[in-house]
């Protein structure tokens, strides 16, 4: 079985920072796309950030610039660097990882629980 889990959000005023992290463990051979998606109430769930086995990153252009990704492949970890939050950011972040499980070469998305960010002055 493989688990992720999120770790990193709370409450923080307009221009402050966060560090959101995501680490896996169980039975994983390799890990290929990790990503940060984020549902805000009434929403649909969106892509914000994802970075590659080789370190390659995308990011939703409504935070270039102000967030960062990044992991760390020794610990089967992905992080969420978070500045110059803004009230739109408010929303539970999830994170997903494509991972291979079996030695045969076979990959499953799993998910995050998921962890609140709320930006409020």
């Known amino acids: 079985q493989v688990q992720l889990v999120e770790s990193g959000g709370g409450l923080v005023q307009p221009g402050g920072s966060l560090r959101l992290s995501c680490a896996a463990s169980?039975?994983?051979?390799?890990?290929?796309?990790m990503d940060w998606y984020r549902q805000a109430p009434g929403k649909e769930r969106e892509l914000v950030a994802t970075?590659?086995?080789?370190?390659?990153?995308d990011y939703l252009d409504s935070v270039k610039g102000r967030f960062t990704i990044s992991r760390d492949n020794a610990e089967n970890t992905v992080y969420l660097q978070m500045n110059g939050l803004k009230p739109e950011d408010t929303a539970v972040y999830y994170c997903?990882?494509?991972?291979?499980?079996?030695?045969?070469?076979?990959?499953?998305?799993?998910w995050g629980q998921g962890t609140q960010v709320t930006v409020s002055s």
């Open positions: 997903k990882a494509h991972i291979q499980y079996t030695i045969a070469k076979r990959f499953k998305d799993y």
């Open positions: 169980g039975t994983i051979f390799s890990i290929d796309v």
């Open positions: 970075i590659d086995s080789a370190g390659g990153r």
